[in-house]
């Protein structure tokens, strides 16, 4: 099995109520619902477009919805889930506002994690003159899914923009918080938010 | 699939009823016979049936051969099976002919007891409800109190779902293939064709052609013609057919010219041969009319308020007969109801057909879910 237990799993279930109700956006193999059901016994969906991600998380026992996130959230009625998961998937969407703005209409909140373009290893490669590649960003420019990069600041301008809650934020640079420069020093940025 | 994995050779069995099914329609059918066949074993605990629900033209022939020379094996026998993804050595699997069907379950073909001729005409206009009495009544009489899982395609997906509301506790699991919560007034359209291609064939006598020795045959082939096209995906159709000839040119003539017309004279000669003119008028009407939603002001969330079962719901992106978007409808009601449920939307250039193919995915997902049902025995 490609799961392998990440860093920010534990983090996110620490911001999940036992017994929640929670659905995982671009779930994969469905190794973070698998530890929240273990953990904290959510009750738990997960959705997914990848037709052999899929069929792993059906594996584990799950419930797994097939559908591109893209089209947005339409088969999910507003306020239906506690939290709404979107781990390490943000940078990869087209529709970056729309699916953040869908993830706080179906949860009544919503836990966003994604790599820190702004972390300094990333900041020296491109001072090198060359696109960063790191553990939170493992692809070479020409094969990255990853179309929206984006720092910490940039993130904290757009839930301003949104009209987003912060309830919580944390950063993470190998599974240790960041507390002092966490732009330029964190790696994972992790944000618990709400409708404002 | 190799043969070696097939059920082999089986029997059909018949059973019989003597207590009256009311049916939906407020008529009552005094007594009835349901033609069905069992493959593998009912174990002690009597918890591992699988109900297989068939579609439009289906029977309860699913898998395995009568004869060891039959040409084609039971549907669906690419499914079931010693180590297919419906595995006959963990699971009693069990299809029916449903009412009003024309292989040996009570419907205008066989004889009404109480006139001792063909019912035709009188035989009742029957619903997925009634079936599913009917199948949930033959459950009592082989002792299966709750069925581990109902799985049909197209309109056997409906009965998995009627399954689900009728019986809550009778179903564990639901698998709901290539189905729709009711049909789209364009397919109501496409079987109000159908029926009038039989309707109006001069050997329909009013459906009892029995009595005068004659079948309508013109007007069931022409159905059938007409279903097969909504069976396909354009592009299942051109790549299969294309714009192939018969023959080497065109032949300026109204004989069969394409590949395609040869292809579809062929499926409706030979349907019109085997199956029944009534049975295609009934089975059509059920699909017309099945709509759990319509008790509950069109809302088929608080239709499935009293839903316990488990579901895979599976549909296939080239279907536009029952297409993805009305699984999805099934898995919004669901979802409401915060009940187990996956969902699948499967690649496949069949079309609606598509869930009787042997898709490697497809199966993987079947074979995937019958593993989790199996441990949950």
């Known amino acids: 099995m490609s799961a392998q237990f990440r860093q920010d799993f534990a983090v996110i279930a620490n911001w999940i109520p036992f017994g929640a109700k929670v659905l995982d956006l671009g779930c994969e193999d469905g190794s973070l619902l698998k530890f929240l059901e273990g953990s904290l016994e959510v009750k738990g969906y997960g959705i997914e477009k990848d037709d052999a991600h899929w069929l792993n998380t059906l594996k584990q026992g799950l419930n797994v919805i097939q559908m591109d996130l893209e089209a947005g959230l339409s088969g999910f009625e507003s306020q239906s889930f506690d939290v709404v998961v979107l781990s390490q998937t943000l940078q990869a969407m087209h529709n970056t506002e729309k699916i953040v703005h869908e993830m706080l209409r179906v949860g009544k909140e919503a836990i966003v994690t994604f790599p820190n373009f702004g972390y300094w290893r990333h900041r020296i490669q491109l001072m090198k003159g060359q696109m960063p590649v790191s553990k939170t960003l493992p692809y070479e420019w020409y094969n990255t899914p990853n179309i929206h990069l984006c720092t910490i600041k940039d993130f904290d301008e757009f839930c301003i923009k949104n009209k987003i809650g912060v309830k919580e934020r944390l950063i993470l640079t190998k599974g240790k918080p960041i507390h002092v420069m966490p732009n330029l020093m964190g790696a994972l940025a992790m944000y618990r938010l709400v409708s404002k | ?377």
């Not at chain 2, 009917?134 to 082989?142: I, K, R, S, V």
């Not at chain 2, 009711?182 to 109000?192: D, H, K, P």
């Not at chain 2, 069931?220 to 192939?244: N, P, Q, V």
């Open chain 2, 1 to 377: 699939m190799s043969e070696k994995n097939s059920v082999g050779l089986v029997k059909a069995k018949l059973a019989q009823f003597t207590k009256p099914l009311k049916l939906t329609s407020g008529k009552k059918l005094p007594s009835y016979e349901l033609a069905y066949e069992t493959y593998g074993k009912l174990n002690v605990k009597k918890n591992n049936a699988v109900l297989v629900c068939h579609a439009l033209s289906g029977n309860h022939h699913v898998a395995g051969r009568y004869k060891k020379d039959d040409k084609y094996p039971g549907w669906w026998d690419n499914l079931i099976g010693p180590g297919r993804p419906l595995d006959t050595n963990r699971f009693f699997v069990i299809g029916v002919n449903n009412l009003g069907g024309c292989h040996g379950s009570s419907g205008s073909k066989s004889i009404n007891p109480k006139t001792k001729k063909p019912w035709g005409s009188d035989f009742p206009i029957v619903t997925v409800e009634d079936w599913v009495n009917a199948q949930a009544a033959l459950m009592d009489q082989l002792g299966i109190e709750s069925l581990a899982a109902v799985i049909g395609g197209s309109l056997g997906g409906m009965q998995a779902i009627q399954w689900t509301l009728s019986y809550p506790k009778r179903a564990r699991h639901a698998i709901v293939i290539a189905a729709a919560p009711n049909l789209t007034a364009q397919n109501v359209a496409f079987n109000e064709v159908a029926r009038q291609a039989i309707i109006t064939d001069p050997d329909f006598y009013n459906g009892d052609y029995y009595r005068f020795k004659k079948k309508p045959k013109r007007g069931l082939r022409i159905a059938r013609m007409l279903g097969h096209i909504t069976y396909l995906s354009d592009d299942a159709m051109g790549m299969k057919f294309g714009r192939k000839l018969k023959n080497k040119n065109i032949e300026y003539s109204f004989d069969v010219n394409f590949e395609m017309e040869s292809y579809l004279h062929h499926q409706g000669d030979k349907f019109a041969e085997e199956f029944d003119a009534n049975t295609y008028l009934r089975m059509t009407r059920a699909l017309d009319y099945f709509d759990p939603a319509k008790d509950y002001q069109g809302n088929l969330s608080k239709a499935f308020k009293k839903v316990e079962a488990e579901f895979l719901v599976v549909s296939f992106t080239s279907d536009w007969r029952f297409s993805p978007q009305r699984s999805k409808e099934i898995v919004k009601a669901l979802l409401d109801n915060e009940l187990t449920v996956s969902y699948a939307e499967v690649t496949a250039q069949h079309g609606h057909d598509a869930f009787l193919m042997s898709d490697p995915h497809y199966h993987g997902i079947l074979t995937t879910y019958f593993k989790k049902i199996a441990n949950q025995l």
